[in-house]
């Protein structure tokens, strides 16, 4: 322990060294566990140590880029651990990514090993990934066949700059890496952990994959404090009720939610409290990744008043290392106009700026800009995109900023969000909020959710109108509803907001970090539409054929 | 709104540095903020873009290059 951090100078803590601190105060308390297996502080330690021997072994240094594919078990904390402390930084890469994602994410990473399982490389490359085309991948399951050499010691130097490089998708283009440092993290954990009063006897789960950030802040949420991560299995993740049963069963007490995961839960839980099962051990539920709709969670308060387990929504940013604004919710914030977002956490600021750079009046819609410890270092190989997003700021001296396309407004120091500036839609003419219409569609009684997308029109790529993309609140009013909605939505919203196409979905497609994938919901109307328009060609046929057999039958 | 300041092809544009050696786009436009120099411009947005690609080869900030020692 006495190596790390050798000669750096005071206040270069890093996370590591976080981790290493829970060691020495709750050794024999269980750091991590998976459906197969668990570890104590102590022997989480003992196998990151070894591994990072290891990656040590076959060339990973200070600087590197490590990248990890693996699936939902202990092997990737104990991995992170190990990258980390030989000052490396970690790529994760989510084994369900498209291949194409995966080569682009490494191929723009240039990651000096990538750690992974044998079966799964030779799913993403074949058999060409056991040559030494691809020499530099390093196995989990040969790690007991290592014999660490005493001689060849690894140099720790775990406060190199980068800690891991998460890919975003941007609206266009590739994915962008984005480079967050040991500083951030912690500046983000010191600012939040208090605030969620987490100890060590908290139980958090990991319910995002290592790809999407959120995962950043429940590993050393937990890490951190001196808590327990729990893995949640893949098979458990995507079904509520699996999921409310695991959550009984693990004691989880934090658990952190996109809004879309969270609608599902609701019900899940809703009918798991009928069947009178035990209440869940739940103290915190932070929700992030999306917009939240606050007339959506009252339901959760039926069955469990806030004042008991606390609902928290934080919007963030991975730019900005994971959450940005901080707010305890509560009945009297139902009825508030848009996503309520609190207040920016102590170690940044977030300002609202117009189109010149400067700040915007109270009660005025600006954009998101967010300064301080949080912002991260950039993109990997983009310095043009670097530039352009983190910016000097003018209002903290030799500082950067970085500008998120996110709109919102403030009302007396509290944020409200008012959705993405590139979301704006321009349908004929007119600039649209679709989040707008989507608050209206659901706050009919007989709509449970509803997306707003852009309809693509034929001959150009400009938009034609809007599709609202529905789930009922009962099977029955998928029947004949259209008319009624549309009478209900013209007398709340201006002509040119009435959406030209509705479609029933039963669920909403997620990507893989669990937010809602516009892109898929899309394609979901193309299918409906050309289907519908089949069945419309097969009943010209069919009116056809029997036209020419009456015809037949008069002429004979 | 949605037209960001930055992403304007109309508009000219510098690029700043500052003490870590991080660099910034900026508008010509504005103001350019304390703490900051320019070092290359007044270009066309692409042509500024272009340069950061050829000039900026380290995402570090100048003070952990030095910590780093490499």
Redesign the interface.
């Known amino acids: 322990m006495e190596q790390i951090n050798k000669g750096m100078p005071a206040g270069t803590a890093c996370l590591y060294q976080s981790f290493a601190e829970q060691v020495v105060m709750h050794p024999n308390r269980i750091a991590v566990s998976d459906e197969h297996s668990s570890l104590t502080y102590k022997a989480l330690k003992q196998k990151a140590d070894l591994a990072s021997h290891r990656l040590y072994a076959s060339g990973v240094r200070t600087g590197n880029c490590v990248a990890l594919i693996l699936p939902r078990n202990c092997e990737q904390i104990i991995h992170v651990l190990a990258i980390l402390q030989l000052g490396a930084c970690y790529v994760p890469i989510d084994p369900d990514y498209p291949k194409e994602r995966i080569d682009w994410i490494i191929a723009c990473s240039q990651p000096s090993a990538i750690v992974t399982q044998r079966e799964l490389s030779k799913t993403l490359w074949g058999n060409d990934s056991l040559t030494k085309a691809m020499s530099h991948l390093l196995f989990v399951e040969d790690q007991f066949n290592f014999v660490p050499d005493e001689h060849e010691k690894p140099v720790y130097r775990a406060a190199g700059a980068f800690a891991y490089i998460i890919f975003t998708s941007g609206s266009t283009g590739n994915p962008k890496g984005v480079v967050v440092g040991h500083q951030q993290v912690l500046a983000l954990i010191n600012a939040a952990m208090p605030l969620l009063d987490a100890t060590h006897t908290d139980v958090w789960a990991l319910f995002h994959s290592l790809a999407f950030d959120f995962s950043v802040w429940e590993v050393w949420g937990a890490l951190t404090t001196g808590a327990k991560l729990t893995i949640i299995p893949k098979s458990v993740i995507w079904s509520p009720d699996a999921l409310v049963q695991y959550l009984r069963a693990e004691k989880v007490t934090i658990l952190n939610q996109t809004p879309s995961a969270f609608y599902a839960l609701i019900d899940a839980e809703s009918k798991a409290l009928k069947m009178s099962e035990q209440p869940l051990c739940l103290r915190k539920v932070v929700f992030g990744g999306e917009a939240l709709n606050l007339d959506k969670v009252k339901k959760w308060w039926q069955l469990y008043p806030c004042e008991i387990l606390q609902l928290i929504n934080m919007y963030g940013i991975t730019e900005t290392t994971v959450h940005v604004t901080w707010l305890t919710l509560s009945d009297s914030l139902c009825g508030t106009e848009n996503s309520p977002i609190g207040e920016g956490l102590s170690s940044l600021e977030v300002l609202l700026l117009d189109e010149n750079l400067e700040k915007v009046a109270d009660g005025e819609i600006g954009e998101i800009y967010v300064a301080g410890d949080q912002v991260a270092f950039g993109y990997i190989n983009r310095p043009d995109l670097t530039a352009m997003r983190f910016v000097a700021s003018p209002f903290h001296t030799g500082k950067r900023m970085y500008r998120s396309g996110d709109l919102a407004k403030q009302i007396d120091g509290q944020l409200f969000y008012f959705g993405r500036a590139d979301r704006q839609l321009k349908v004929r003419g007119f600039r649209i909020e679709p989040s707008e219409i989507e608050v209206v569609l659901e706050s009919h009684a007989k709509i449970q959710r509803a997306a707003v997308i852009a309809k693509p029109c034929l001959d150009s790529g400009l938009s034609d109108g809007l599709i609202a993309i529905l789930i009922a609140t009962e099977e029955s009013f998928t029947a004949q509803p259209i008319a009624t909605l549309r009478n209900y939505l013209s007398q709340l919203l201006p002509v040119h907001y009435l959406p030209s196409d509705f479609l029933f979905v039963k669920k909403f497609p997620l990507t893989v970090n669990g937010k809602l994938d516009e892109k898929a919901l899309l394609m979901q109307w193309q299918a409906n539409q050309k289907s519908t328009s089949s069945l419309h060609q097969q009943r010209l046929e069919l009116l056809r054929l029997k036209q020419q057999d009456i015809l037949a039958k008069s002429t004979t | ?7 304007d092809e109309s508009m000219a544009f510098v ?2 540095i ?3 050696k ?5 508008p010509e436009v ?7 120099e320019q070092v290359f411009g007044p270009q066309t947005r692409d042509t500024c ?2 340069w ?2 050829d ?3 380290d ?3 100048k003070s ?2 030095e ?2 020692g ?1």
Do not use: A, C, K
Request: proline residues 5%; hydrophobic residues 45%; negative net charge.
């Open positions: 709104m949605s037209e960001n300041i930055f992403d690029v700043l500052n003490h870590e991080q660099y910034s786009l900026w504005l103001t350019i903020p304390s703490g900051w873009l272009s950061l690609n000039n900026w080869t995402l570090r900030p952990l290059i910590m780093d490499n």
